[in-house]
């Protein structure tokens, strides 16, 4: 099976770069995804690193260590509307999510 | 495009009743996927499908079932409703088995068993 790590809360200030961190468990692997998710709205897709490349949406990033079974997610010039939860997901097949971290931004 | 359409937005079920959640995509996505999301959770896959007619189980698929007759609709059909199945229903379509395009999610269906 599956199973993810990641903190469950960051904060950081408005401008800064924030890293969040995903270790995971997996007895297959295709790749490491991260997705946004409002309050009440749907995830929404920001990043995939994997056997299939890399797939980057603006100012998202990330990082993957498949020997450490680990990632992040890099979010710069941090704005007060990246204030959410955001959930890694390992793909061996099908997606297995970790129960998310909710990043907060401070003026 | 429309991407993932899911009907109803909210319902409230009676203990035992039962329902069925509608799941549309117009992306002509092979791959789709039921999951839930519990308060302060992450979401827990139900079941998934490669392509029309074909299903399989997820992690917590006890309690629910699901077709696949079109490559554009996968309905999950909750038999005799529970309490425990109370949460927020997200459904997803992808282009790939790999997960490289990502997933298009739904808007999900807020159901409430009482």
């Known amino acids: 099976g599956q199973s993810l790590e990641q903190p469950s809360e960051v904060t950081a200030v408005e401008g800064a770069i924030v890293q969040i961190n995903c270790t995971y468990q997996?007895?297959?692997?295709?790749?490491l995804s991260w997705y946004q998710q409002h309050d009440g709205g749907a995830p929404t897709f920001l990043s995939y690193n994997g056997l299939d490349g890399l797939e980057e949406t603006g100012r998202f990033s990330s990082f993957l260590s498949r020997s450490d079974s680990y990632g992040y997610l890099l979010l710069q010039e941090l704005q007060m509307k990246d204030s959410a939860s955001y959930f890694c997901?390992?793909?061996?097949?099908?997606?297995?999510f970790g129960d998310g971290t909710t990043l907060t931004v401070k003026p | 495009n429309a991407g993932v359409t899911q009907t109803p937005k909210f319902r409230i079920l009676k203990i035992g009743q039962s329902m069925t959640l509608q799941c549309a995509q117009d992306?002509?996505?092979?791959?789709m996927y039921w999951y839930r999301q519990d308060p302060g959770m992450g979401l827990k896959l139900i079941y998934y499908?490669?392509?029309?007619?074909?299903?399989d189980k997820g992690e917590v698929p006890n309690g629910y079932n699901v077709s696949r007759s079109t490559t554009e609709d996968f309905p999950l059909r909750l038999e005799l409703a529970a309490p425990s199945q109370t949460s927020v229903y997200f459904c997803a379509s992808s282009s790939s088995k790999q997960g490289a395009a990502g997933y298009t999610f739904g808007s999900g269906t807020r159901l409430t068993v009482v």
């Open positions: 992306m002509n996505h092979n791959y």
């Open positions: 499908s490669v392509g029309a007619g074909i299903t």
């Open positions: 997901a390992v793909n061996a097949g099908k997606s297995t």
């Open positions: 997996t007895s297959g692997f295709y790749g």
